[in-house]
């Protein structure tokens, strides 16, 4: 199970160029129009790795000097979810970026509480559990999202196991 958070070297300029332009060549395949405004608020969406709200996305392009009212952040953001470029943080209604957008999966997040960072997981197992689970009781699953909050390993102190809430 890969862990997405990026390592404390990690390139962040060279992250977010190679998000766009692998946005651009996903949506050249597929015969979308990856315009000027959905591909700056892609890359606003991947200025951190930290989940972003479509007023953030608003806020910013206003500082940008460009004029987008809400309905046209939401159709953009739309746009980048329908193409798999990004993934929507239900529980904070906000979005980050997919680091594997030409793999189906479904979403699967670990949010840290202190400091805000969503790391994705691509794990098949849990995928995998989550839909025979559901098929025992007869349950079709439609969109899968899997949110799990705690503390990351850097605000865990480095500790191998973070305290866990009891299961009832």
């Not at 395949?29 to 790795?49: F, Q």
Request: proline share 6%.
């Amino acid at each position: 199970m890969p862990d997405r958070r990026p390592p404390d070297d990690h390139d962040h300029a060279s992250c977010i160029e190679d998000a766009l332009t692998e946005a651009e060549t996903i949506c050249a395949e597929r015969g979308a129009r990856l315009t000027d405004l959905r591909r700056r608020v892609l890359e606003l969406v991947w200025t951190s790795h930290e989940p972003v709200g479509a007023y953030d996305i608003l806020s910013s392009l206003g500082g940008d000097g460009r004029r987008a009212a809400p309905p046209t952040v939401y159709r953009a953001l739309e746009f980048l979810l329908e193409n798999g470029l990004i993934h929507r943080i239900e529980s904070l209604n906000a979005f980050v970026g997919c680091p594997s957008p030409k793999a189906p999966h479904s979403g699967q997040f670990l949010l840290c509480t202190a400091c805000g960072t969503a790391t994705e997981l691509t794990d098949g197992a849990i995928q995998s559990a989550v839909a025979q689970a559901a098929d025992r009781i007869g349950f079709r699953t439609g969109h899968v999202t899997l949110e799990i909050k705690g503390l990351c390993r850097h605000c865990a102190g480095g500790a191998a196991a973070a305290p866990r809430a009891h299961a009832h």
